[in-house]
């Protein structure tokens, strides 16, 4: 039975240096009043370019970010690495909407892919195709609005764009997620995922989508996707989330006078998580699973069902992911046992960064009992240290 407890194993990769700054850290972010504050005061600081860049990279982007380049976060890697923790490399640049930014995106989703090849450490890469493409393109496509000629030329680069990604993952053999995005543009990326995983998906699980279970309808849509999948005689790749997008995708249905489709309650999503992480594991040998999760007990109830169904922890179809900075006792504490875990590690400018470094601290304000566990667990540790 996995402990998420001991603190000792949580925060082995932290110095006593390390873990009073992430003291501090959870500490002002644990007041919504000051994360609310600090976000317009940030994004105006950095506009005007004043010289706050020095204490943003000394706090918070230390405690959540990698690096501004790949080559910066080799140390995060090679750390990760000896406490048998995989780096997922994230190339956390969001908002841009141009033919120029796109390809370099592309470029440098390349690059990942790249590193990982040539390193044990990085077993997954990830993109966003919002990265890759106009977000109201990709809601045309999903909404099956029919595109200009110009756009369908737009829209056949974005394919391509994905494919190469897709191809270059192959051909490295290291698997990719494709990440999940606000449900008025996931049509256009799952239909997207599920063409790569037709094409890739074959021998190995190469091509991963990601299903966010606070939407009512995606454990179906796992199911359907399985489906899909063994009638096309391929291996599906599932990253299972909760979400991202809550206040965003309520707000909007409100506003435009349709039903929701983020659950009712906390309870029903976790109900979804749950029974989405048993079919994958029902279903392992044609389903690679990847549980990206913050939540102790849903890390617990896989852990327990791969007992159950004699699925060994180093399995694999089977890994646990957790954001760098964030939830290292269920990380570390997994790894300890045997269990494949992979931590995201975003990277990039840290202008470009910053509306990343911001959500997470207004999730670490929003998620309820986040920062005070993560508080509660660095206190303990300083307790056992002495500090």
Partial sequence: MVSFDNTEIAFSGKSNKDLNRSYWLFKIIGSPTVVNIAKPLTTFAVKLRLPIKPIIKATIFKQFVGGETITECSKTIEQLGKYKIGTILDYSVEGKETETDFDHCCTETLETIASAKADGNIPFCVFKVTGLAR????????????????????????????????????????????????????????????????????????????????????????????????????L??????????????????????????????????????????????????????????????????????????????????????QLLGMSDHISFNLANAGYNVAKYV????????????????????????????????????????KL
């Avoid at 989508?209 to 489906?227: G, I, M, P």
């Avoid at 707000?251 to 048993?278: C, F, G, H, M, V």
């Fill in 135 to 234: 977000f109201a393109l990709l809601e045309k496509i999903s909404t099956k609005t029919e595109l200009s000629n110009d756009e369908k030329t737009e829209w056949q680069k974005v394919v391509n764009r994905v494919d190469k990604i897709c191809k270059a993952a192959h051909d490295a053999q290291k698997p990719i997620f494709i990440d999940a995005e606000e449900s008025w543009i996931q049509q256009a990326i799952d239909d997207l995922a599920n063409n790569m995983m037709a094409s890739y998906n074959v021998q190995l699980p190469i091509v991963y989508n990601t299903y966010q279970l606070y939407r009512k309808d995606r454990l179906a849509y796992l199911q359907h996707s399985f489906d899909s999948a063994k009638s096309g005689n391929y």
């Fill in 236 to 321: 599906l790749g599932a990253k299972l989330v909760r979400g991202a997008y809550m206040e965003k995708e309520r707000k909007r249905a409100a506003e435009n006078n349709y039903p929701s489709p983020i659950q009712d309650t906390k309870q029903n999503s976790d109900n979804d998580y749950d029974k989405a992480l048993n079919f994958c594991i029902e279903n392992i040998a044609r389903i690679a699973v990847c549980a990206g999760t913050h939540n102790e007990k849903s890390s617990l109830q896989l852990t327990e069902l791969m007992q159950k169904k004699n699925v060994a922890p180093s399995h694999k179809h089977v890994y646990f992911s």
């Fill in 346 to 385: 975003p990277y990039g400018p840290v202008r470009d960064v910053l509306p990343y470094l911001i959500r997470r601290a207004q999730e670490n304000t929003s998620v309820k009992g986040q920062t005070g566990r993560e508080l509660g667990l660095i206190i303990k540790e300083k307790k056992r240290r």
